[in-house]
T-cell receptor, first 115, second 116 residues
Framework: AQSVSQHNHHVILSEAASLELGCNYS??????LFWYVQYPGQHLQLLLK??????LVKGIKGFEAEFIKSKFSFNLRKPSVQWSDTAEYFC?????????????FGGGTRLMVKP | DGGITQSPKYLFRKEGQNVTLSCEQN?????MYWYRQDPGQGLRLIYY???????QKGDIAEGYSVSREKKESFPLTVTSAQKNPTAFYLC???????????????FGQGTRLTVV
């Protein structure tokens, strides 16, 4: 079965530290890639997405992610985190195949940023 | 405003009762999804529907049922057969009438179901 793995379940950082959250997927075909964020008490929001073109994509709030096809990875990065980045982050993959489009999520990473 | 509406926000039910969670969208999206979110387990797909009158099981469909009689609506029934129904349920939708169409999912606010 197609799957998405987020290896870091909990991450604790101090403000101004750099962030990198890992995301790997299992499908070798065409994929669309997403990072969603869920702030405490709020619904899921799209952070950034990759469909095609430049593998380095920039999203809202200073986040970026790099699609590395050879590694089946789509890691999320931010050079300097803020306390307001405390949230849960989900990587998601849309496997474009014969069965049609279906969105599969990773298990999520809880980020806590200490002030 | 276009979007996805889930109701109610909080729902309490007694063990052994069936309960139906509502999800409505006015985005004219073909595809709709139901996810269950549990602490430490992320989002797991329960059911999805690519088109009206058609739906497929996701990874954890046992104990759940859905219908898709209208494009705008995708209600989820949590049956008494679901062994651990207490969870946060999220509905989503996306444009999905072509496998070549880039898609992005839009989420509702969620329904927190507590079974006592």
């Amino acid at each position: 079965a197609q799957s998405v793995s987020q290896h870091n379940h909990h991450v604790i950082l101090s403000e101004a530290a750099s962030l990198e959250l890992g995301c790997n997927y299992s499908y070798g075909g065409t994929v669309n890639l997403f990072w969603y964020v869920q702030y405490p008490g709020q619904h899921l929001q799209l952070l950034l997405k990759y469909f095609s073109g430049d593998p380095l994509v920039k999203g809202i709030k200073g986040f970026e992610a790099e699609f590395i096809k050879s590694k089946f990875s789509f890691n999320l990065r931010k050079p300097s985190v803020q306390w307001s980045d405390t949230a849960e982050y989900f990587c998601a993959v849309n496997y474009v195949g014969n069965a049609g489009n279906m969105l599969t999520f990773g298990g999520g990473t809880r980020l806590m940023v200490k002030p | 405003d276009g979007g996805i509406t889930q109701s109610p926000k909080y729902l309490f039910r007694k063990e052994g009762q069936n309960v139906t969670l509502s999800c409505e969208q006015n985005l004219n999206h073909d595809a709709m999804y139901w996810y269950r979110q549990d602490p430490g387990q992320g989002l797991r797909l329960i059911y999805y529907s690519q088109i009206v009158n058609d739906f497929q099981k996701g990874d954890i469909a046992e104990g759940y049922s859905v219908s898709r009689e209208k494009k705008e609506s995708f209600p989820l029934t949590v049956t008494s057969a679901q062994k651990n129904p207490t969870a946060f349920y999220l509905c989503a939708s996306s444009i999905s009438h072509s496998i070549f169409m880039n898609t992005e999912a839009f989420f509702g606010q969620g329904t927190r179901l507590t079974v006592v």
